[in-house]
Nanobody, 126 residues
């Protein structure tokens, strides 16, 4: 069973930046080029949304409209770590951010992500 551990959340003023990281462990060799990893977030009273996702096999990415141009997802060469660089943060970015993963190449936000990290809080003050 793949495990995910996030780090990097915190509090920042509007316009600032934060970087989140997610490290996967306990995966098999077949995981290497055939999985999706990325970030979802959930604010109080709102539904969870997929905001930045990446496919390990070719690096194809997905971004929600709400973060396009401000957030960048990347993966390391070992493909067991994904990072989310968040710039120009806004108060509406305040949420719990979760790393998620799934086997396969269908990486869209409505795909069935079945592995989740514990979450890391991001708070943006105005």
């Amino acid at each position: 069973q793949v495990q995910l551990v996030e780090s990097g959340g915190g509090s920042v003023q509007a316009g600032g930046s934060l970087r989140l990281s997610c490290v996967a462990s306990r995966y098999t060799s077949s995981w290497y080029n055939w999985h999706c990893m990325g970030w979802f977030r959930q604010a109080p009273g709102k539904e969870r949304e997929g905001i930045a996702l990446i496919y390990s096999g070719g690096g194809t990415t997905y971004y929600a409209d709400s973060v396009k141009g401000r957030f960048t997802i990347s993966q390391d060469n070992a493909k067991n770590t994904v990072s989310l660089q968040m710039n120009s943060l806004k108060p509406e970015d305040t949420a719990m951010y979760y790393c998620a993963a799934r086997w396969g190449s269908q990486c869209g936000p409505t795909s069935d992500y079945n592995t989740w990290g514990q979450g890391t809080q991001v708070t943006v003050s105005s």
